[in-house]
């Protein structure tokens, strides 16, 4: 069974920074490509950024590129979004997925599995 586990989320002040984590178990991690998404209250889910299983080739969306950075660590089963410069507009729950292809995807509905997401609030 393939599971996803992120963490690090939290409150913060507009202009601090965040790492979350996800660590993946269940299945052989250094071949997916790993994303994380974002869904605000009352919004849908959006793509935030992706990275491929060598972590040679990132994605990432126009609103975050610049300020965050999407990494992984193949030994450890883990993915980073390491988020600077933080503003209101993130406030959102963070969601890690992976999916079965060595293909970058923007489209949530082409991701396999899904963690329960991190809460990351920023305050003005």
């Known amino acids: 069974q393939v599971q996803l586990v992120e963490s690090g989320g939290g409150l913060v002040q507009a202009g601090d920074s965040l790492r979350l984590s996800c660590v993946v178990s269940g299945r052989t991690f250094s071949t997916a490509v790993m994303g994380w998404f974002r869904q605000a209250p009352g919004k849908e889910r959006e793509f935030v950024a992706a990275?491929?299983?060598?972590?040679?080739?990132?994605l990432y969306a126009d609103s975050v590129k610049g300020r965050f950075t999407i990494s992984r660590d193949n030994a450890q089963n883990t993915v980073y979004l390491q988020m600077n410069s933080l503003k209101p507009e993130d406030t959102a729950v963070y969601f890690c997925a992976a999916r079965n292809t060595q293909y970058v995807s923007r489209s949530r509905y082409q991701y396999d599995y899904w963690g329960k997401g991190t809460q990351v609030t920023v305050s003005a």
């Open positions: 990275i491929i299983g060598s972590g040679l080739s990132t």
